[in-house]
Each structure stands twice: as C-alpha cells, then as structure tokens.
C-alpha cells in the first residue's frame, strides 16, 4: 500500500478488504450497503458494554438495503497497530454480519476470535 493513504483511506482498505472475503462465502452479501461514519451519532445508537459502539446494523427498509456501518474513530482508538487495526475491522464486520444474518460470529467466519 502506498504510504500516501491518509488513516481514513487505509481504514476504507481494510473493510472493503473483509466484506470481499466475507462476500466470498456469503454471496446474499452483495445485496447489503457498507460504510464507514467517522463516529455515532448521539441518541443514534445503543450503548455497547463498554460505552462506545464499534459498528451497527440498519435492516431493510422499503427501498432500502440492509446497511452496515462501522465507526472509524472508536475503532482507531482500541487498536494500536495497522494489524490490530485490520483484525479489528474484520472482527466488527463479522459481528455485525451475524447479527444481520441471524448467525453466530463462528458461523460467519470459523477463525472468528482466534488470536
């Protein structure tokens, strides 16, 4: 990767990167939208066991795709290397893609939380 990439763009990497290997066992996938909002809205979200959710799913509305949306900044903070930062994402991703699918993270992905 060029070192050009701001932090924002390296970040955009690293999820297109897990939802194409997520698509790849998961075709329904293609039909979901993915994005990346900087942090949450407030009143926006539930809060998550630590305070600070790292991503969420919108379902499917009358035209409207399923969405999943990962928060960037909360992210950047838990990770404290480009590694950590990209197994961070897939994780989330992989949470959020379980809870869209009704599955468990495993079922989703069998390396789910291997460290």
Same mark, same amino acid.
């Given at each position: 990767?060029? /070192?050009?990439?701001?932090?924002?763009?390296?970040?955009?990497?690293?999820?297109?990167?897990?939802?194409?290997?997520?698509?790849?066992?998961?075709?329904?996938?293609?039909?979901?939208?993915?994005?990346?909002?900087?942090?949450?809205?407030?009143?926006?979200?539930?809060?998550?066991?630590?305070?600070?959710?790292?991503?969420?799913?919108?379902?499917?509305?009358?035209?409207? %795709?399923?969405?999943?949306?990962?928060?960037?900044?909360? /992210?950047? /903070?838990?990770? %404290?290397?480009?590694?950590?930062?990209?197994?961070?994402?897939?994780?989330?991703?992989?949470?959020?893609?379980?809870?869209?699918?009704?599955?468990?993270?495993?079922? /989703?992905?069998?390396?789910?939380?291997?460290?």
């Amino acid at each position: 990767m060029p /070192i050009s990439l701001t932090r924002s763009e390296l970040f955009d990497d690293y999820v297109r990167e897990s939802v194409e290997r997520l698509e790849r066992r998961w075709p329904q996938l293609v039909d979901v939208e993915f994005a990346v909002q900087e942090v949450p809205l407030p009143g926006q979200e539930e809060p998550a066991p630590d305070g600070v959710p790292l991503g969420r799913v919108v379902p499917a509305a009358q035209g409207r %795709k399923s969405r999943i949306v990962l928060y960037r900044r909360p /992210i950047e /903070i838990r990770a %404290k290397s480009r590694e950590d930062r990209a197994a961070l994402v897939h994780e989330v991703l992989i949470e959020q893609v379980a809870e869209l699918l009704g599955l468990s993270p495993d079922a /989703i992905d069998p390396r789910y939380d291997e460290d």
